[in-house]
């Protein structure tokens, strides 16, 4: 460090000049993330919570508060508004604690978790943390799991089972409902890791879409990934987790007796209250209405480069949600794109795959469009 500091101004070109070799979601060449440009009430508003500390939450009362009401409403819109929780740093901090949970609640001496093969790897990290085997479910032609295979898996070690609604590579959504009786009559915690699909999926229904169930109306579920830092236009970090019982917590409570508050259920002490309250100024502000208008805005841009992508004859997988996926032999299409300024991901088997993240528009799927004409000739 130098022992004098330089004038702001200097430090502000210095930042701006690094920024500058960052892609941008607003340049609408990003179509691997899932996340996006969070909404301008976000940017207008988190300064106001710069200061604020969850991890003592008796400082910061009206804070605390809203982090509770955010996660009411987003219980609602998981079919549960009696739902607790946190908004925490993203989806793997929520899958960690929701595991956390179920390993303490069964104290198994060999834990395993049975997880689908299309889980997020946050799922073999949190397994991996806490002592626990990830036994992984192969899945169906659809790419959702195979819920039989699932039961037979099911052994006297086993002490939680995934779902996954909205899969990470396709957005393929699991049978929760076969998987909640496999839950209930085994006796086991049931997760969900609804981290991209709990912004997609009540709003697919709403707009007449085919959609599974995979919320607390489903009665085996026994909590819920949800991140509103990907489909709900929050600001990264911004992950929630929601519990059905408030008793869950007592698994994983941990005495904090010099706080404000003697215990704490969280994995970070000192935490941001800026997520927590912007994503509740958020939920108030956009309303079912301004969230479903965002998901079919992002549906119809989807099936548009469908329909597009098939005519070009590529082999497009048919999507469950905001997520495209197609063949590439030999990654070739993908890397011709990435040469004219795009960025995909590819899936495990090699696919090409798109986001349609709010950012991604018409005007940009017509451009992908134009260059993918070129490319396939
Ligand atoms: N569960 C699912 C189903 C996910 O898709 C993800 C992340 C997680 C959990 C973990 O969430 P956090 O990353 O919030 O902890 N899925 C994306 C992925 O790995 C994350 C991502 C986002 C990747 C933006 C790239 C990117 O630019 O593909």
Redesign the pocket.
Known sequence: MDEDGIPENEVIKELEARRKKDLTYSGGR?L????SSPHPLVKKLYPMFLETNLGDPGLFKGTRELEAEAVRIIGSLMGHSGARGFIL???????LTALWIARNRMRRPYPEVIVPES?????DKAADLLGIKAVKAPLLPDHSVDSEKVAELVTENTVALVG?A????YGAVDDIEALSEIALEAGLHLHV?????GFVLPFLRDLGYDSRPFDFSVPGVSSI?V?P??MGLAA??A?ALLLRESAMLRAIETPSPYLTERKQHTITGTRSGAPASTVYALLRHMGRRGYRRNVERCMMVTLHMYNELRSMGLRVEKPWMNVLVFKDEGGKVRKALMEKGWVL?RTRKGEARI?VMPHVTRDTAQALIKDLRDILG
């Open positions: 990003i691997s993330s899932m996340c740093s993203g989806g793997t901090e929520a899958n889980a997020h790897f946050s799922l996954i909205g899969s990470t590579e890791d609804a981290a991209f699909g990934t991140d830092h990907k990264i970090p992950g991901s986001v």
